[in-house]
């Protein structure tokens, strides 16, 4: 089959009209929008056509300095005293206005960021407001979430969140903040400014109180001024290990809280007796999902022998049909790479896997000239030495290994810095209780992969950092228990 | 007939289920407060931590499988030895400078401490755990897991008390441990260690070593294959070090700060949770 002229869909794009984008965002601090100090903007774009989108102050250290000093008397005089019923009503209304302009936030979200429509659509946008929505209700419910013990806010949280679900993971950081009473200063990532942006106006819709939520934009010197800000009393990270390991350096001896979501190499490993047509739809979902971009992704394969052939051509098959193009097509399955930067590291790592003497394999799907883009590539004649095999590569890159026993795919699957999340397929019951217990990771997908919720819990082991969030468990970050 | 000659005894390490001589044949002379006593204490080397931290992650995966019944019945088993020697550690601790009666109220507490944590062996996981209530039909459910090898500096000021305190809720969690002794107050932890050694604790689970803070407080926060260290003391220096060589591995660091370890608060599952992970399972619900 050919499946450039058998397999022919007519675009479907999602109207972008409705969409309101001012050409300049300012911080957003105390509960009003103004500019950085040193009048200092940096452009975002658009990854699949490389314009250029808005405008976006970028915050100096002593505008962060400024959100802090909001943040902290807002703390003081106004949320940390507030009923906390009232202080659940807030969040209830951002979820809510968050369900109601989901669609513009979903259209912004893929501009901005590169991914499928259907997916900003479906997961991003909905999950955002029901993270609100499920935090929110536990507000007022605190005293039943730690048996014997009472629960006080910690204060100020300094957040920094990345570009891969940029107003999801503003979501999972704010809700369980505010729910238990703290304020925040919040660091979008530099390539995803505008979900948040667009945040900050329902924030003020819902008449939050001013300096309780502060949005400051940036790049690494930013997020490295909230860190080292003496008034933050709790920084919630989500990033790379690199970045991880820094901010628990820079924070040693301070008395800072910290949670850090940082990076991962999931295996997601497929036994001879697991459903394989859906397994390999699940291979799909975990490594392909967002471009890749996703810390939990399931990047190393693991195929028993006795099926590895079948599994890796029905999957060779499976990547043939995925389409790769415009985020705001409806039909898109693969958007944009989030950004230059981002590209050249996949490129390198792929790069990197065929000098290593790793077999690749790409579809053969048409990229748009201009933009960012990568092809969805495996792996296979790949070991545990390899880079590919090792080492986080963020993107749309799949390193196969086969294995014959229990034992062994269990120490390959825990042999890696990383303990974010691990995939099992097998329709055997006792087999996947086994590997989940077995498998040294936080999450674990049994036939089935990358799925999320409010009230799960997630986070990782080992380098992939400490601390949950979500779920009762995303609580503890932000409380002492007394 | 003239006074009888003393066996004295000698504090040597416990790792991987045995009594070795530090392999830095280094030793700290230490003496009580009266000096009526010299007794030469191994002066623990970063190759002794090291082959204690091998010892703890073989022994790791075997004490995590152990039901949590049994790790219960261990665990009070070692209540129950450390009854049957209160004499040896009247002695030691006055020795080390407590009162009589100090030393008496230490020794009950370590012991109900003991008998407290065993009893939470098979419920903590229940407490803990939940089932949580996605809008997908899935079935997810957390439930708490073992962080791995911890690596734990006990505090000074109370040795016998302070060990149990520390040592209880890594072990009832299923987590392998090296903890460093009091340096000031060496005695007790060696002589816990026999305890432990006849409680049917697998070997390599606990490994105690001697020897000095300053020297090894470096080795215990940074080893790679570290996965949380316990601190307790108040030298903010020492904090900052165990937490920045935490940033090696992820390791987590718990800083138990300048804490009366007599006080009932501290106690409790939350002192299990230190060291645990939360784990989180989803399964599809259909046909």
Excluded at chain 1, 59 to 88: C, F, H
Excluded at chain 1, 91 to 101: D, G, N, P, S, T
Excluded at chain 1, 393 to 412: C, H, Y
Excluded at chain 2, 148 to 173: E, R, T
Aim: hydrophobic share 40%.
């Amino acid at each position: 089959m050919n499946y450039k002229t058998d397999w022919v869909y007519n675009p479907a794009p999602e109207s972008a009209d409705h969409v309101r984008i001012q050409e300049r965002y300012d911080l957003f601090i105390n509960g009003k929008f103004i500019p950085s100090v040193k009048n200092a903007y940096f452009k975002t774009i658009n990854p699949a056509n490389e314009n250029k989108l808005a405008q976006v102050a970028e915050a100096q250290k002593t505008d962060v300095g400024l959100a802090v000093r909001a943040a902290k008397k807002a703390y003081e005089n106004i949320w940390s005293k507030m009923d906390p019923s009232e202080r659940g009503k807030y969040i209830f209304r951002i979820a809510r206005l968050i369900q109601e302009r989901a669609r513009e936030f979903a259209v912004i979200e893929s501009l901005d960021g590169g991914k499928p429509i259907r997916e900003s659509r479906d997961v991003d946008i909905p999950l955002a407001a029901a993270h609100f929505f499920y935090y929110a209700g536990w507000a007022d419910k605190l005293e039943y979430a730690f048996p014997g013990r009472k629960t006080q806010p910690v204060g100020v949280a300094g957040q920094i969140i990345p570009w891969n679900f940029p107003l999801l993971m503003a979501a999972w950081k704010l809700a369980p903040a505010l729910a238990t009473g703290n304020t925040v200063v919040l660091k979008p990532a530099e390539t995803t400014p505008l979900t948040a942006m667009k945040l900050a106006e329902i924030i003020q819709e819902c008449e939050l109180p001013p300096g309780v939520v502060n949005i400051v934009n940036g790049g690494g010197e930013t997020g490295q001024a909230l860190v080292e800000h003496p008034d933050v009393d709790k920084i919630a990270f989500t990033g790379s290990t690199e970045v991880g390991k820094f901010i628990m350096k820079t924070v040693a001896g301070t008395g800072k809280k910290y949670t850090l979501e940082l990076g991962g190499k999931a295996a997601n490993i497929i036994f001879e007796d697991a459903p394989l047509d859906q397994a390999v739809e699940g291979i799909i979902t975990g490594i392909f999902f967002n471009q890749g971009h996703v810390c939990c992704a399931g990047s190393r394969l693991f195929v028993q022998e006795s099926v590895a052939e079948t599994v890796i051509s029905k999957l060779k098959n499976r990547m043939e049909t995925l389409i790769v193009g415009d985020p705001l097509d409806k039909n898109t399955d693969i958007g944009a790479i989030n950004s230059k930067a981002q590209l050249d590291k996949i490129k390198m790592y792929v790069d990197i896997g065929q000098k290593e003497g790793g077999e690749i394999f790409q579809s053969s799907c048409n990229l748009p000239k201009k933009g960012y883009w990568h092809a969805p590539s495996l792996f296979t004649g790949v070991s545990q030495s390899h880079r590919v095999v090792q080492e986080e590569i963020f993107g749309p890159v799949l390193a196969i290994q086969s294995f014959r026993t229990v034992d062994e795919v269990i120490a390959k699957a825990n042999n890696t810095p990383f303990g974010l999340s691990g995939g099992v397929w097998t329709d055997k019951g006792s087999k996947i209780f086994a590997l989940s217990k077995a498998i040294r990771a936080g999450v674990i997908w049994a036939n089935t992969f990358n799925k999320f919720d409010p009230s799960s819990p997630f986070g990782g082991y080992k380098e992939s950092g400490l601390g949950r969030e979500g779920g009762l468990e995303g609580l503890m970050p932000y409380v002492h228990l007394v | 007939m003239g006074k009888r000659i003393n066996v004295q005894k000698t504090y040597k390490l416990y790792i991987d289920g045995k009594f070795p001589r530090t392999e830095s044949g280094r030793y700290i002379k230490w003496q009580d407060p009266k000096e009526t006593t010299l007794v030469n204490v191994c002066r623990g080397s970063r190759k002794d931590f090291r082959n204690a931290v091998v010892a703890a992650r073989k022994a790791a995966s075997g004490w995590s499988c152990r039901t949590a019944y049994n790790r219960g019945q261990i665990l009070y088993r070692i209540g129950e030895i450390l009854e049957g020697r209160r004499e040896q550690f009247m002695t030691e601790l006055t020795l080390q400078g407590s009162t009589k009666k100090q030393a008496e109220k230490e020794i009950d507490q370590a012991i109900e401490r003991l008998i407290y944590y065993a009893g939470w062996a098979d419920k903590y996981v229940q407490v803990f755990s939940r089932v949580n209530p996605v809008a997908m039909p899935y079935f997810n459910f957390s439930f708490l897991e073992s962080v791995g090898v911890v690596a734990a500096i006990a505090p000074d000021d109370i040795s016998l008390l302070g060990s149990v305190s520390v040592l209880a809720p890594i072990i009832v969690g299923g987590n392998t441990a090296i903890m460093l002794a009091s340096e000031s107050r060496p005695l007790c932890a060696i002589t816990f260690a026999e305890v432990i050694h006849t409680s049917d604790v697998p070997a390599g689970v606990v490994n105690i070593l001697t020897g000095q803070r300053s020297e090894l407080l470096d080795h215990f926060s940074s080893h790679m294959d570290v996965n949380a260290v316990v601190y307790c003391g108040n030298d903010p220096e020492e904090i900052e070090l165990v937490q920045s060589n935490s940033a090696l591995n992820v390791k987590r660091p718990v800083i138990y700060r300048g804490q009366n370890w007599s006080d009932k608060k501290m106690q409790g599952p939350y002192h299990i949770l230190e060291t645990q992970e939360t784990k989180t399972t989803w399964h599809p619900v259909g046909v």
